[in-house]
């Protein structure tokens, strides 16, 4: 394992459990809410006031993926960016971007939850019942029908040990939406190589002063 004093991560919280898991007990951490996936532009706003904040190291190790373009554009003058060469964190609960092609070439319209995802009310039932609130049962049923009617099936990452809950309420989200549902292995191998420095061709490296581009994730 590399020196990684000198790093801090910055990443996604629906992918923070995993990633405390692994992460080197003196790296310094920052986790940004789920919700600004939303508004991609504000994301994008949101890191590099997260980069600018930040004086003490000279790498930030990015817990996200393309995300609906959400990183494109980013740059830091003072800080080596690494960020994992995905779209999204599907890929990374994965293990991989061939994992998820693979499942995306068997079930295009997959619905993929984590203890994560649960956590932080990332999914169809949850925003179902936040609807619901605001703008009554009936307008809820109809935007859930226009956002989630194509979809095929809900699957499971399974990356942590206390999932039984989450399987439950996985299964429940399927029947909410009339799928079916699976459990897939997730894996720990991009989480691990983002936090030890083993940054290989899974992984780009935009040094100080340049801007991510959208072929480097080609």
């Given at each position: ?9 910055i ?168 799928v ?22 899974r ?13 480097q994730?080609?």
């Amino acid at each position: 394992m590399k020196n990684m004093k000198h790093c801090k991560l910055i990443a996604c919280r629906t992918l923070e459990d995993e990633l405390l898991s692994v992460i080197p007990e003196e790296m310094d951490y920052e986790f940004l809410d789920y919700a600004l996936h939303d508004t991609p532009e504000i994301l994008k706003q949101k890191l590099c006031e997260a980069f600018a904040a930040d004086h003490d190291h000279n790498t930030i190790l990015m817990g996200y993926g393309l995300c609906s373009n959400s990183v494109l554009g980013i740059s830091s003058p003072r800080h080596r960016l690494v960020i994992p060469r995905v779209h999204d964190c599907i890929s990374l609960l994965l293990g991989s971007r061939e994992r998820y092609d693979k499942e995306f070439s068997k079930v295009p319209a997959t619905f993929y939850l984590s203890e994560g995802w649960i956590k932080q009310k990332g999914d169809p039932y949850s925003a179902y019942l936040r609807n619901c609130e605001r703008y009554g049962e009936d307008m809820a049923m109809e935007f859930n029908q226009m956002l989630y009617a194509n979809y095929q099936r809900v699957a499971y990452i399974h990356t942590m040990d206390r999932e039984q809950g989450d399987i439950d309420y996985s299964k429940k989200v399927a029947n909410f939406l009339q799928v079916d549902f699976t459990e897939l292995q997730g894996n720990m191998d991009l989480f691990r190589a983002l936090v030890s420095g083993e940054w290989d061709e899974r992984f780009i490296i935009v040094e100080p002063g340049q801007i991510l581009e959208q072929k480097q994730f080609m």
